[in-house]
């Protein structure tokens, strides 16, 4: 039976965590994923008669291969990592550690997907089946409401690139008139500025508009729902969006609340956004993490030159 991890080596851990929610403002579920892996790590050290505060390089190489052995995806044996470095790397600028014994470790060779994205043409075709509903005066006035909703969503996270979470939690006071910025909470509690185009802004106002004529209740939520969070959920708008999907010929493998996210950044790479201002508007807190788009800059790059070099075309 494995041996529970010595308070000292629990205090450290503590301590890392610590620094991740104040500094970086890691949520519950980023703390916990944290705490998972540096519990494995704590274990496997005290098997072996170590702790955090004395592994060497090799006793964490040790660790690796023994992670290795237990065929975890190379995705999983990757975070451990990265878990392992930022701890060590922790401790040694809060000079609990003399060295950094981490510094030097190599992890397992991924390639990164790339994500997946709809070209322009899809998105047009995805939001002109939605108003058609809307508009449509042969529906039900319920049924019309749930296609301005639709319309309204998808307006609004091509608009601004939101992450479903922060979409669907969106408050009533963002369809305000004079709206042209969202204050939006992102992940950690970090709050950031998007702006907010006129499309987006229309919708809004569709689809207040309907919701009146039906006798809506006020609500705190621009998308209010009946159940327990008060809003409407992300199941329920990744739903509707397949399904609105397979009616403009776009498979459901293909198409998520995430996806138009993805389409948001990649177009606005592709027509010239400096990558940094994307990384801005997406709430990212590492550049590393928008890098995924940068197979859109390289695309862009190789046409202008195509296009632009005097020599290009002889």
């Not at 075709?125 to 509903?133: N, P, S």
């Not at 998520?256 to 990212?284: C, E, I, K, M, Y």
Request: glycine fraction near 6%; hydrophobic fraction near 45%; include cysteine.
């Amino acid at each position: 039976m494995a041996r529970q991890a010595k308070p000292s080596d629990d205090a450290l851990v503590a301590l890392f965590l610590d620094m991740l929610a104040a500094e970086r403002g890691a949520g519950a579920n980023t703390l916990s994923a944290y705490r998972g892996d540096l519990a494995d790590l704590c274990t496997y050290l005290h098997e072996h008669r170590r702790s955090l505060a004395n592994a060497s390089t090799d006793d964490l190489r040790g660790f690796l291969r023994h992670l290795a052995a237990r065929k975890l995806k190379p995705s999983s044996l990757a975070r451990r990592l990265s878990a392992v470095r930022q701890l060590y790397r922790f401790l040694y600028a809060e000079g609990k550690r003399g060295d950094d014994p981490a510094a030097v470790l190599e992890g397992p060779k991924r390639g990164r997907a790339l994500p997946k994205t709809l070209s322009i043409e899809e998105v047009d075709r995805l939001l002109a089946l939605a108003r058609k509903a809307m508009d449509d005066a042969e529906q039900s006035l319920p049924q019309r409401l749930r296609a301005a909703r639709l319309t309204c969503l998808l307006e609004t996270v091509y608009a601004t690139g939101l992450r479903v979470s922060e979409l669907v939690a969106l408050p009533s006071a963002a369809a305000r008139q004079a709206q042209t910025m969202l204050v939006v909470r992102g992940k950690g509690g970090k709050e950031r500025m998007v702006p907010l185009n006129n499309a987006a802004k229309r919708a809004m106002g569709d689809y207040l508009a309907l919701r009146e004529k039906l006798g809506g209740a006020a609500s705190k939520w621009l998308f209010p729902s009946f159940g327990a969070e008060g809003h409407l959920t992300r199941q329920h708008f990744a739903r509707e969006l397949k399904a609105l999907g397979a009616a403009c010929g776009i498979s459901a493998a293909r198409l998520s609340p995430h996806v138009l996210r993805h389409a948001f950044a990649s177009h606005l790479l592709h027509n010239g956004a400096d990558l940094r201002v994307v990384q801005t508007l997406l709430g990212h807190a590492d550049i590393s993490t928008t890098q995924i788009y940068t197979h859109v800059l390289e695309e862009r790059l190789k046409a202008l030159v195509r296009d632009l070099h005097p020599l290009a075309q002889k």
